[in-house]
């Protein structure tokens, strides 16, 4: 039995299960039949976290309306690496671009958080959200990240959940190499079963008072990245990839080849 | 002693030593006069590979010319990692993002590379270097990476030098997981003081035949970077970030913090 080719997959947060009928968002509805130009019939993709991804086929397609039958499962609910990304908000292109490459990166949750020198106080969560869930479709996870509002450093770090572990990107004051501590973490079966998150700060840095306070607290472990300076968005996605790698599930595959005709064209 | 406030990083190709005059070019004259505003006497620094990093002070600047006066060493020219990255092209913004990344990361060389799935067969290098340039500059390394013309895979398989290693993200196919093949080639001192490359496939992926070649290329190790589909920039991204994380630079710290005003400002 071949399966039918996928045109899309889609993020759907309603119950998937065999027959059932789900609604189409008006802007997916929009995708599927003016940009794909799919037909009824047409084979798709929908997924979320809770209920795994599944076959689904285009039952009724309007403007700006539409139903999918969902058929049968392809790939079955499973565990996701629990890393937050917790960042100073950049611009508005760096800012879409990180959020998207955090998503492929399999980031849990995005916390913007307003440090002393972080110039960029605002945050357009409903466009993150939608870059969010692009990226989620086009990589082929089962989750979507949840786009937090911004924080405050300090009531951020008061309510911090005490087991959730804290890789701080410090590239001023002392801080061990985040290979080496992560080689160190993943000898610790304790470190290996934690929630982690990896933070960054903005363009102008931590402030030396933010960074000393930071490397008191029991949960955080400051991390260098070598000797070049990072943007703020390289060093998120250099700590992310670093921690998939050795905590994460860098030794899983993908389980499909994503079949989207041209997942950029956007 | 303490050192003036450097009003910016220069990346010059001159012979930088005590006492030089050097000609800036006439985009670096017209950066520093009409967009830092800066006066004769304003404190820069210079750098280059070969000379290291140069304290130097406008001597004279005018319309698109301008001279800096070389003072004293800041930072002595050192070794840097020798990892290449050999990409498939992609569009305009990513493979700008791409550049100005792969330097922040460390890159020694950009070669793109032309493979059967690639659409983007044309490289704008002008631009490029533009790109890597200031990246360099902002991040504080001496060197500035090399942008190649594009080739294709099997004229640039044909010529690769054999003692260069080549981590080849492959989303399909067998392939060991980048942390565990990172780690074991660490304990190999062979591995750790050879040249290096990562290479990336296409948005479309590397086609099954040219896989099964480069699987069998003594120099090549597959690699994979987990169960997500990354975008071609992400995964070069990645698999650049393990690499100096475990064979590179990671265990360095910046030397300065850079002083420009606002680097992300154009």
């Not at 086929?57 to 499962?73: C, H, M, N, P, Q």
């Not at 990166?105 to 020198?117: D, N």
């Not at 605002?122 to 082929?140: D, F, H, K, S, W």
């Not at 703020?232 to 905590?247: F, G, M, N």
Request: hydrophobic residues 45%; charged residues 25%.
């Amino acid at each position: 039995m071949t399966e039918p080719r996928i045109a899309a997959r889609l993020y759907l947060a309603a119950e998937l299960a065999p027959g059932a009928r789900v609604d189409l968002e008006p802007g997916q509805a929009h995708h599927l039949r003016d940009v794909l130009r799919l037909k009824p019939g047409a084979a798709l993709a929908a997924f979320n976290a809770r209920d795994g991804e599944w076959l689904a086929r285009v039952d009724a397609l309007g403007r700006g309306r539409g139903r999918l039958a969902v058929e049968s499962l392809r790939r079955a609910p499973e565990p996701e690496p629990d890393i937050w990304l917790v960042f100073a908000p950049v611009k508005r292109a760096p800012i879409d671009v990180l959020a998207r490459t955090a998503t492929e990166l399999g980031c849990a949750l995005l916390q913007p958080v307003i440090t002393r020198h972080t110039r960029v106080a605002r945050v357009n969560r409903a466009r993150l959200t939608a870059n969010v869930r692009e990226a989620a479709e086009q990589c082929g996870r089962l989750s979507l990240p949840e786009v937090r509002a911004p924080r405050e450093l300090g009531p951020l770090l008061a309510d911090w959940p005490a087991e959730r572990r804290l890789l701080l990107c410090a590239e001023a004051g002392p801080a061990r190499p985040i290979g080496e501590v992560l080689a160190g973490f993943a000898a610790d079966p304790a470190a290996r079963a934690a929630p982690w998150a990896a933070m960054t700060g903005p363009e102008g840095g931590f402030a030396e008072s933010e960074l000393d306070a930071l490397g008191k607290l029991p949960f955080v472990t400051l991390v260098g990245l070598g000797p070049r300076l990072l943007r703020p968005d390289t060093a998120a996605l250099a700590a992310l990839a670093c921690w998939q790698a050795v905590l994460g599930d860098g030794g899983s595959r993908p389980a499909f080849r994503v079949s989207n005709p041209d997942p950029n064209s956007n």
